[in-house]
Nanobody, 125 residues
Framework: QVLLVESGGGLVQAGGSLRLSCVAS????????MAWFRQAPGKEREFVAT????????DYADSVKGRFTISRDNAKNTVYLQMNGLKPEDTAVYYC??????????????????WGQGTQVTVSS
């Protein structure tokens, strides 16, 4: 069992930046692949980015590649999502997810076992 708590969301103008954090508690953080998903109103939850257990490999959705960066600090039990060049279409609730087995953009949201409560990101035009 692992508990995930996100923070760092907010309101930002287009072109701005935000950094989301997700702190994990429970079993050994380095045992988990971590990911960020997002869900806009009326839309399905979609993959944003993922990072493998030791932080050596990452994968991104095409829509955020080159603008977002996922990273992790296993000593702090934390995964980050640095979001630059934000666009109004990035507006969504952002969720942190964890699982011991899945890695890569091919895995849908329901493949992940553990979820945070979400943090709202709103980008104004």
């Amino acid at each position: 069992q692992v508990l995930l708590v996100e923070s760092g969301g907010g309101l930002v103008q287009a072109g701005g930046s935000l950094r989301l954090s997700c702190v994990a508690s429970g079993r050994t953080f380095s045992s988990y692949v971590m990911a960020w998903f997002r869900q806009a109103p009326g839309k399905e939850r979609e993959f944003v980015a993922t990072i493998n257990k030791n932080g050596g490999s990452t994968d991104y959705a095409d829509s955020v590649k080159g603008r977002f960066t996922i990273s992790r600090d296993n000593a702090k039990n934390t995964v980050y999502l640095q979001m630059n060049g934000l666009k109004p279409e990035d507006t969504a609730v952002y969720y942190c997810a964890a699982d011991v087995a899945v890695y890569g953009r091919i895995y849908p949201w329901h493949a992940y076992a553990y979820w945070g409560q979400g943090t709202q990101v709103t980008v104004s035009s």
